[in-house]
């Protein structure tokens, strides 16, 4: 077997993000945004369109969170089934939440096309895959609440979802024509691109160190430079660190881990996703499938990289595709995700003028940019409020218990599959 790179895929094949340089001296601007993923992205990009000065300041690169390790799933609404939405938030907060992320992925989709963003976009829907009769019973439970809101999604048999998979270990799919496949990484940096095109500052390689206030705003510095700004966005997500740690304290960070095949032959394509849609499935720990453009393989699963997660991943990859028997895996990555605690983002205002979004729990892509939208509307009187929940987030108690127990579950559940699988 070849030697297996342990890098990102999406790091490999994304076209090169703007050149930029680490914040130096001193400056002014309107809004002040820590973190270089698709909230702080899209705040700054539409921001600057809208002629408000604003700058982000990134730790790393951009992209280096969950924005630059993700799927790629571009999918409309949340992770929680609508009802449980309506539950959590009550029914018109839920709806209004609800209708804005319906529409996500075309305004995910618009802005790719408005940019000439380069980021592999492929929109043949997502494929919800249905195992057991718990999984059946849920698609049948998402179907129904989310035909009665007017989305138009199809629940496949198990001919059908074995046929749109090429797998024969699915019994159902719940499939969405409004998702779509892209590459994360490359949408962030097309995203920066735009930002930068609209006018915004963007600084790479900043930690923010501390956020201080000041008689009109807040004073944000870093290692070799300061910013003065009126309002300032914490879009910093499961990746809070240095100045803004103590907002990782809100959420429950979970690990989330992928493999990317070498690039399959013909025979196989013509086999497994033959329309090249996105795939998870309704298992308590989840995993997800999808094509790239040169037609590897990515498969996800909960939990840290390594030998157990790749070890399951070759074996369950061989039982759901007798195709892909001798699967051989090129990359691997692990990102994080923030889960909160009732599994919706929020957006909490910390103090006057300081405003932190987070708490995707998994879904960050259509969100995200929608969230950075808002808030640049919201910042400029162009709507009223926000459409995700605006409560303060305590801390988590016994988060690190919580994380443990995520994480050896999905370890256990991993190795328990395979010895199973083994015998
Ligand atoms: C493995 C994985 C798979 C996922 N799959 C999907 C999917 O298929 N579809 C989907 O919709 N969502 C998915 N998500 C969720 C989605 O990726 C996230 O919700 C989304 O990227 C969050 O974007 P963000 O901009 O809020 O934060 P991030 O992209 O995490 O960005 C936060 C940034 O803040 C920076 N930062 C932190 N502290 C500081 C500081 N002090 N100073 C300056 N910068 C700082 C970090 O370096 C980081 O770049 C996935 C997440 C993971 C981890």
Redesign the pocket.
């Given at each position: 077997m070849a030697e297996r790179i342990c890098d990102s895929l999406w790091r490999a094949s994304a076209p090169p993000g703007p050149e930029l340089s680490p914040l130096k001296g001193s400056h002014d601007v309107k809004v002040a945004i820590?973190?270089?993923?698709?909230?702080?992205?899209?705040a700054a990009l539409h921001l600057a369109k809208f002629g408000v000065s604003v700058a982000v300041?990134?730790?790393?690169?951009?992209?280096?969170?969950?924005?630059?390790?993700?799927?790629?799933?571009?999918?409309a609404g949340l992770w929680l089934e609508p009802d449980q939405l309506d539950k959590a938030i009550g029914t018109e907060a839920g709806k209004v939440l609800y209708d804005a992320l319906a529409v996500a992925p075309d305004y995910v989709y618009g802005l790719i096309a408005e940019y000439d963003i380069q980021c592999e976009p492929v929109r043949n829907g997502s494929l919800h895959a249905g195992v057991g009769k718990a999984g059946l019973a849920q698609l049948q439970r998402r179907y129904a609440q989310m035909a009665q809101r007017g989305a138009p999604v199809q629940l496949l048999n198990s001919a059908e979802a074995q046929s749109r998979i090429g797998s024969t270990k699915f019994n159902s799919a719940l499939f969405d024509p409004r998702a779509g496949t892209i590459q994360?990484l490359a949408y962030?940096r097309g995203l920066a691109h735009a930002a930068l095109k609209e006018g915004a500052h963007l600084y790479d390689f900043?930690?923010?160190?501390s956020i201080v206030p000041q008689d009109n705003g807040w004073l944000l510095s870093?290692a070799e430079g300061e910013i003065r700004a009126e309002k300032v966005i914490l879009?910093?997500?499961?990746?809070?660190?240095?100045?803004?740690?103590e907002q990782a304290r809100k959420f429950v960070p979970i690990?989330?881990?992928?493999l990317a095949s070498k690039p399959l032959s013909d025979a196989q394509l013509a086999v497994v996703l033959p329309n090249k849609e996105?795939v998870?499935d309704t298992c308590t720990v989840m995993s997800?499938f999808r094509l790239d453009k040169q037609g590897r393989l990515v498969f996800?699963g909960m939990g840290g990289e390594g030998n157990v997660l790749s070890n399951w991943a070759s074996q369950r990859v061989a039982e759901m595709f007798p195709v892909l028997s001798k699967v051989e895996w090129d990359y691997c990555?692990?990102?994080?995700?923030?889960y909160s605690e009732d599994h919706l983002?929020h957006c909490q205002q910390l103090q006057r003028g300081l405003y932190s979004?987070?708490g995707?729990?998994?879904?960050?892509?259509?969100?995200?940019t929608i969230?950075?939208k808002e808030l640049a509307e919201w910042f400029t009187d162009r709507r009223e409020a926000l459409s995700v929940p605006t409560t303060v987030l305590r801390n988590i108690p016994m988060r690190e218990l919580k994380r443990l127990f995520y994480e050896v579950g999905a370890q256990t559940y991993h190795l328990g599959q395979r010895s199973h699988a083994l015998d």
């Open positions: 820590v973190g270089g993923g698709f909230t702080g992205l899209s300041i990134e730790a790393q690169e951009i992209g280096f969170g969950g924005s630059g390790r993700n799927v790629g799933l571009a999918n994360p962030a900043s930690p923010v160190s870093t879009a910093t997500n499961a990746y809070s660190e240095h100045g803004v740690k690990h989330y881990s992928q996105g998870w997800s996800g990555w692990t990102g994080q995700i923030a983002p979004v987070a995707y729990s998994g879904r960050g892509i259509g969100p995200g969230m950075g």
